[in-house]
């Protein structure tokens, strides 16, 4: 270790001479300029963390995980690499925006890897192909991306400590003590079973008290409302050299529109949520709505609640040398996606001088 | 407040006059010399906190509690007495013999108001019986004994700080920010909702990871079966002056068994579990079991595992004007019990050395 | 109170109708948008909090002083108002262009308050002149503004748990329970000694170890060059409706030297320390620099590292009926500034690539 | 490594074979039962923790700063060890009695690990000599015990999460990454240097505030006087089999003023301090005392506070090459010793109600 970066989760996270390399890239650097949890902190203001932590704390989880399971040094810094990288891909407002741009952020890290980091990976003497294979969760990359794994375990108790919120203050200790590997599948002993059962409840827990929050889909709604404009007229190459105010500083001076809700969120001045539906079937209902209520295009916001695709829970647990989906053997985990897909819904939100007017319109219809 | 004591979880801790004149009371010193958590510490070496700061926690959190539902400070005081009180009658070894003895401890906390704390009450201006029926969960005593109170509150946090186990950190902020009341009933807003779910989940993780933890039920078997002989032959005023380490001393003149098994538990040379039963109705088991395998009485102990009777959670929730039980809108809370209830067995546990012969017998029984 | 916010450092914060009135003012959203510690985060990752969560940690401390001092409920929400608009005037980037542009953040707070947040105050009942001299540090508003306030209280421990560096870990719940006041003069009874010596020492540290961290040195040094331009062209009323990144946004556009610096923040490509004097009386010696160099003006920056003026540490302690100043009693408190004030000298700092050149040039000198 | 034990403190702690082997023995699980603040929960009520874990905690500490500083498999292994059984030679109480039997628990180690302790280390591959040497501080054993060593980090550490007084709360992780060794001499990198001195002043600080509280300091008084009869009469062989409780068990029986004392003590009925010298060269006072106030020997104690001998502040610091002793180089450190050994002197203290008396008799003469 050549350097050493404190973090207030894990303390001192030291950095070998490759790595130093990577952080310094201004791809790696990028990631200070966009924030973990996008708009969460309009609710809880603590929450200005970055992706840039976040990174170094996945790629010291990954290497606690990869030592914990015997690989040796040459491996280990492969997976440590990866977890470094994982999210070097990420478009400003992390998850926020992928949807409108339909861009993943593991697509892109493919992309990335390509620039100038790639080159500190190849003159590190490591191939680019491997460590994007593991970022992608291919073979020992489930350290990296998987049901249970470094980028979530760090994330969960990062996100805590910066909101305040105490659900997410899981065991990583207890977790990674319990992992072990068979060929490339990861898998947890049977003892460990309420540590991971707590993971995957606190989860939940934030999913529901934080990362979907109604406040917090309100100001995204307004966000990708503000960079709809710019859909299709501004490519990932140039994405990916922004943060986030780099990218709202350009969606002001694209669209007046744009700028206007832009503004409401710097003020947290925000719509109100005036109606909701289990399922939308309705065609044009924000075009009636925008012509009944003679309001703007960007008053009114219809959108979709999306949980990530896969939440199945079927993490592989050892008992008595059979590997067993955790589902088979812990009630506890058995509704957890059933509870949380509730939160699944469609939207409308707008002004709140406009809400009551809005709600007796889509109760009329 | 005339006195301030430190504590690790609650940061400073005012105290009245008359609180502190019960604080200085021998009955309540007592209480250091009780440990919360009895032989977890034999798993959790950071456990050996007492019954006396959890008192004083709980005085804390009925306090705030009470201030936030409005309440005068008369009342106030009452609460905060109760809670600091709650545990005053309990015995050496805190739950782990109440079920040999056959003594509760709320019910003692009657009669150990009426020795010389009583007198500081009244001397106070305070009538024991109110007091006293605070304890018992009577009126605004839900406060101190409910399915989420003071009590609770106090000792998930606590258990989690000394036993390094994270589950316990629940989130009391926000509990209590939700608190509301109607005539005596103690309701919450549903807002609060994720909360409590955490709280109760919680609570079940604790059983699991440490209170129940497999080690610490073979402890508290071989200290009951050490007990055993004092049964019938120590009386509850007796019991009620002593702390931990007095009972010890007691059981080991009175008995060689008792002695054995109390110096097996300062060594850490524990019995093994050797067989389980969900539930056991064969008669006369452990007497053939000791014949059979030529064993002294106090080398083979069966005991039921067993968890309080009371565990429903019918929390109520305020939905809209109706107070609503949270099973009924909480899915997750739905299985709790039900996840729960399957640690309750019977379980047979003797010397390492005798773990397979007597797992053999039992098989062919 | 009618709202809560979640603080990671406090817990649930409480506001009232007119606290919550000047939190949803667009003068104290843009706190949001200015981070504590400027450039801090660039070798602590952590540390991106910003103005707006210290705010609201002030004022409840500011309160909890207020309450601890038996102020009546009128005067204690004027303190806590004081605390929570104490940094409203703060230009971007915190304290480190207060020099550059020549105004510091207790003399804007009054211009600001006389905006919309000065109606909200108005319409609530208080008067503004009221506020701002309590924000001045006026009468009671020591507890605001004096050697140990809420305001350094709260960023001490703030500043630790983003950067997570321990020393800031201050005993303020010691503090405040020793806190006392004779007619407007705060004092702290002498059994809280060993609490004050802390915070004082901590402070110095965290100096130290933070705020005067060699490469945060140069970060400001780059940035107020970066900003130089801008000076006299630039008005206090339009700074103080920016933010960090809008203020980084005009001077990128005003100047293309001022572009590049700002560029190599972003990417961390930092200049280094070349040389530095306990006492500089060289006149002209960076023109000379940069015409034997043959470097542009902005690449080479010569800038004086300066503490807060006053750092004197005259608390007064209550030792038996009489105020004593600290340092009469306190060694631990001697030498105190003089230790600190050591890190003051005057540094030249360059791209990494001429500070070998530039160092042999100063040597020569 | 085969086991794991959670701390509170250091997370999971991992033991080797040889290691669970000795955490085992009848020798480590005693220390169970010798609290680490001995009478520190008179005031801490938190303070319950014990040498057991502390005994944990050094050797995990001990086996991080061998990794740092590059040692091989073999020697961590060792140190590790030295570290678990650095404590295994303390008396009952800590330190509180090592004065009175006037055996110093370093010089008990040995002759404990001559006992079953021993066996495990041969056993195991190890020479007992070498692991008593390293726990004597010599060669690597600086380690374990010097002026800034394991045994010190973890001490400091645990000590403020179970009193919660936030001093302690030192950077193990910074001071351990800038450890260096050469041949035997433990040395500190100079940027480590603000590290250092925090967790010096933090020792000063748990001295005045913790472990010479003045309740603490009357306590241990008068469990010296409690067990003063037993001078001569007990022996080290005999008190090394012994906890806390053992012995009071012990003195209890032994004597009816011993036994007054220690039911005092349970029941916290504490003696005040009446009087205190900086210096005291009368003879015969208290004898005088006694015959003059009319009360019995145990009446009316006369002690000496003193810290311990060695408190001298030589790290060695490395500058440009160069180790050079703190004291050279950090004005911080220069009075550090002169100011905590303010806190020596002599004083008596005897019963409440016997004080002002007591206190006009110590005037006159």
């Known amino acids: 270790m050549i350097k050493t970066i404190r973090d207030p989760i894990h303390g001192d996270i030291g950095l070998g001479d490759v790595e130093l390399g990577v952080v310094d890239s201004p791809q790696m650097q990028r990631l200070r300029r966009i924030r973990q949890l996008s708009f969460c902190s309009l609710v809880y203001p603590g929450a200005n963390h970055t992706r840039f932590e976040h990174s170094l704390g996945t790629m010291y989880l990954a ?39 339909d861009i993943s952020h593991e697509y892109n890290a493919r992309a990335v890897i ?7 990976l190849e003159d590190g003497g490591f191939r680019k192909k491997e460590i994007v294979d593991l970022i992608g969760g291919k073979g020992y990359g489930k350290i990296i991306s998987s049901q249970i794994d470094a980028d979530r375990m760090d994330y969960l108790v990062r996100d805590s400590h910066y909101t305040g919120v105490a659900y997410g203050a899981i065991d990583r200790d207890r977790i990674i003590n319990v992992m072990g590997i068979e060929g490339d ?4 002993q049977k003892k460990g079973i309420v540590a991971i059962e707590a993971l995957l409840i606190a989860r939940n827990q934030m999913f529901e008290a934080v990362y979907f929050h109604h406040t917090v889909r309100v100001a995204e709604a307004m966000l990708e409302e503000a960079m709809k404009p710019l859909k299709g007229r501004i490519g990932a190459q140039e994405l990916l050299k922004m943060g986030d105010e780099d990218l709202k500083t350009r969606a002001r001076q694209d669209n007046p529109a744009s700028k206007e809700l832009l503004d409401l969120l710097d003020a947290r001045r925000l719509y109100k949520i005036c109606y909701s539906w289990k399922k939308l079937d309705k065609e044009n209902l924000k075009e009636n709505a925008i012509k009944e209520l003679g309001i703007e295009e960007h008053e009114m916001i219809i959108y ?33 996606e059933e509870n949380i897909r509730r939160l699944e819904e469609t939207e409308a939100c707008a002004p709140p001088e406009l809400k009551d007017k809005a709600k007796s319109f889509f109760e009329r219809v």
Do not use: M, W, Y
Request: proline share 6%; glycine share 8%.
């Open 63 to 101: 290497g606690k995980i990869a030592q914990r399971l015997g690989f040796d040094d040459d491996l280990t810094r492969k997976i440590r690499l990866a977890g470094l990288l994982h999210d070097v891909g990420h478009l400003p407002f992390s998850h926020s925006l992928e949807g409108l741009f």
């Open 114 to 120: 390509n620039g100038e980091v790639g080159d500190v």
């Open 185 to 188: 599948n990861l898998f947890f």
């Open 304 to 336: 979709n609640v999306k949980l990530p695709k896969r939440l199945t829970f079927e993490i592989p647990i050892k008992e008595e040398n059979k590997l067993v989906p955790i589902s088979k053997i812990s009630p506890t985990v058995k509704n957890l």
